[in-house]
């Protein structure tokens, strides 16, 4: 799939016990216009990498710069406290900054 929007929270790259490395950032995405849902204008995406080659450039990323991805939905599900609860999130393959928070082309910078 092919996702792109503006980033709300900082990439962050975090070592797992088991010794992977995965990278986590989230993105809201506009709706179209014409949505059936009227009341929401923006859907906000978690989006996950294991890819390590992908993990400095999304560090690079900044609140407010505009990225694109290509990647699988993905569903987790685990129990807690409360009860099992699931989110989905975005596995990207590819990434790319397409614009600064400063409305920079990603080639000037």
Not at 17 to 45: E, F, Q
Not at 76 to 96: D, F, K, L, N, P
Not at 98 to 104: I, N, S
Request: proline fraction near 3%; include cysteine.
């Amino acid at each position: 799939m092919l996702v792109a929007g503006r980033i709300t929270a900082a990439p962050l790259v975090r070592e797992l016990p088991s010794g992977d490395r995965l990278a986590t950032w989230r993105i809201c995405v506009v709706r179209s216009p014409d949505s059936r849902y009227g009341g929401r204008r923006v859907d906000s995406i978690t989006c996950t990498s294991f890819d390590r080659g992908l993990h400095e450039r999304v560090r690079a990323w900044q609140l407010g710069d505009v990225v694109r991805m290509t990647g699988e939905l993905r569903r987790r599900t685990w129990r807690a406290h409360e009860g099992v609860r699931s989110v989905c999130e975005v596995e990207a393959r590819t990434a790319t900054l397409v614009r600064t928070a400063r409305g920079h082309s990603a080639e000037r910078r």
